[in-house]
């Protein structure tokens, strides 16, 4: 997908990426680097092939890769990283070619980023796919660091669901 390597490769996404991989140098809890993003992305693209949602493969990959882009500045500067990677989406997406993505589909990106941490009425398609499938990528029940993680229980996904 040439949409999604160039979103990789663009140079304010390497620059992010290389500065989130530093902050999380040694977590032991979730981190969000490339395999988490692959995962929300391939769950993502399952549930939307499930339920026949019609999503194109390129925007849930898209939305995938740059939902947690931000998270850096969380660590750095305390902003939500919702907001922050949604800032540095808009960016990188308005530089890529016009033909990769509409502009429909560059607003629901974004808004799918910004509303990926809560789930709350309204939300589009895109934006519950993003929500839901963050949360399933998020193997708790496997995570020996589960007990001091300050996720309370029903946030925590402590069983595999299918």
Same mark, same amino acid.
């Given at each position: 997908?040439?949409?999604?390597?160039?979103?990789?490769?663009?140079?304010? @996404?390497?620059?992010?990426? *290389?500065?989130? =991989?530093? #902050?999380? /140098?040694?977590?032991?809890?979730?981190?969000?680097?490339?395999?988490?993003? %692959?995962?929300? #992305?391939?769950? #993502? !693209?399952?549930?939307? &092939?499930?339920?026949?949602?019609?999503?194109?493969?390129?925007?849930? !990959?898209?939305? #995938?890769? &740059?939902?947690?882009?931000? /998270?850096?500045?969380? !660590?750095?500067?305390?902003?939500?990283?919702?907001?922050? +990677?949604?800032?540095?989406?808009?960016?990188?997406?308005?530089?890529?070619?016009?033909? @990769? @993505?509409?502009?429909?589909?560059?607003?629901?990106?974004?808004?799918?980023?910004?509303?990926?941490?809560?789930?709350?009425?309204?939300?589009? =398609? %895109?934006?519950?796919? %993003? !929500?839901? +499938?963050?949360?399933? +990528? =998020?193997?708790?029940?496997?995570?020996?660091?589960?007990?001091?993680?300050?996720?309370?229980?029903?946030?925590?996904?402590?069983?595999? *669901?299918?």
């Amino acid at each position: 997908m040439k949409e999604i390597e160039a979103i990789r490769k663009h140079p304010l @996404y390497m620059e992010y990426d *290389e500065r989130l =991989r530093d #902050a999380e /140098k040694g977590r032991k809890f979730c981190c969000h680097q490339m395999d988490h993003l %692959l995962d929300v #992305a391939r769950i #993502a !693209y399952i549930i939307d &092939l499930e339920h026949d949602l019609g999503i194109r493969k390129e925007v849930i !990959y898209g939305a #995938a890769l &740059l939902h947690d882009i931000g /998270k850096a500045r969380q !660590y750095q500067e305390g902003i939500p990283h919702e907001q922050a +990677s949604a800032e540095i989406a808009g960016t990188i997406l308005d530089d890529l070619p016009e033909d @990769y @993505y509409s502009r429909e589909e560059r607003q629901e990106i974004l808004r799918a980023i910004f509303g990926h941490r809560r789930e709350r009425d309204g939300m589009s =398609r %895109l934006e519950r796919l %993003l !929500y839901v +499938s963050d949360k399933r +990528s =998020r193997m708790c029940f496997a995570c020996d660091s589960e007990p001091e993680c300050d996720w309370s229980r029903e946030k925590k996904n402590l069983e595999i *669901e299918i």
